[in-house]
């Protein structure tokens, strides 16, 4: 582009930003900053996993110190963050119940709440790299599992947030969970009710559903759905519950599928690689799929080859 002027490109942006309600957000420092709000999830990450996530700009002599300071630090920041996000949203001004009450009171209230159940978080994320150990015989030892594993990373990242969720705070826990989803493949939705000992083997592609609930001991592996049957209605299904159940000691298999709020798949069920699933499953139940065929042919010459869905050519 030649011989423009700056100026009305300017003035053409500002008429449009006016014009489109949608995208048009020009308050700089009314909404939540992202990027500061991904420092808050690595300090979080770093103050449930002391010693395994190193922190450049903290000099400390002991962990008490070094845990004072992560807090400090954290506690400063999300206030804010939080506080900037309450304001965009007036109907989730509540405190233990009690409606009504302000930005101000609110924000106090999720930092004191939320800071108290991080020891909650702790216990569950225990149970979880416990899970990992025990389940995967490749894992050299639990250090590596934090360190290494992208389902540990995703699960303790959604634990975190869903603890934000519980207390009606909006935006922060998305943009929690959409981060851990940036840097693992896997997105977990922050009102996931997830149980003890969860495992996410190899992660990448598994998508989880914001009322899916999931039990104990629970294993799943790459690519694998809990999602809904339908979303043309939009907003009209907020609130209901749209994703399956998966009850105590379930496998699902990679590449599977299930979907809706009323499915439930039952206690200690298997669930089979590149299955579809919409309806409930009995307990210890296996679920495979049938009549898939492999047939290989050599040479040179081009045959159809058919299985039970698709036709293609060798």
């Known amino acids: ?112 709440t939320f800071l108290q159940r991080l020891l909650v978080v702790r216990e569950y994320l225990a149970t979880d790299v416990k899970a990992a150990f025990d389940g995967d015989p490749a894992a050299f030892n639990k250090n590596e599992i934090i360190l290494a594993y992208p389902g540990i990373w995703a699960i303790a990242i959604n634990r975190i947030a869903h603890e934000l969720y519980n207390l009606n705070v909006p935006l922060i826990p998305r943009i929690m969970t959409e981060y851990a989803h940036s840097k693992t493949g896997i997105d977990i939705h922050p009102g996931v009710t997830i149980g003890k000992y969860f495992f996410i083997d190899h992660g990448t592609g598994v998508v989880i559903g914001e009322t899916a609930v999931i039990g104990e001991h629970v294993k799943i592996y790459q690519g694998v759905t809990l999602g809904a049957l339908s979303t043309r209605a939009g907003q009209m299904l907020k609130g209901q519950k749209r994703h399956p159940t998966i009850e105590d000691y379930v496998t699902i298999y990679s590449g599977a599928s299930i979907l809706g709020g009323n499915t439930v798949i039952g206690k200690n069920a298997v669930i089979g690689g590149n299955a579809f699933i919409t309806t409930s499953i009995d307990a210890d139940a296996k679920v495979s799929i049938k009549n898939q065929e492999l047939d290989i042919k050599t040479g040179t010459k081009k045959e159809v080859v058919q299985d039970e869905n698709w036709f293609y050519i060798i």
């Open 1 to 112: 582009m030649e011989n423009y002027e700056t100026g009305e490109i300017v003035d053409t942006l500002i008429s449009n930003y006016k014009n489109d309600e949608h995208i048009e957000e020009i308050e700089f420092n009314s909404q939540p900053d992202v990027d500061v709000i991904h420092e808050i999830t690595r300090k979080l990450l770093r103050i449930v996993f002391p010693g395994y996530f190193r922190e450049k700009n903290f000099k400390f002599y002991n962990l008490s110190s070094y845990i004072n300071s992560l807090i400090e630090d954290v506690v400063y920041n999300l206030e804010k963050q939080i506080y900037l996000a309450l304001q965009q949203c007036p109907e989730c001004l509540d405190k233990n119940g009690v409606v009504g009450v302000t930005v101000k009171e609110k924000t106090e209230y999720v930092i004191r």
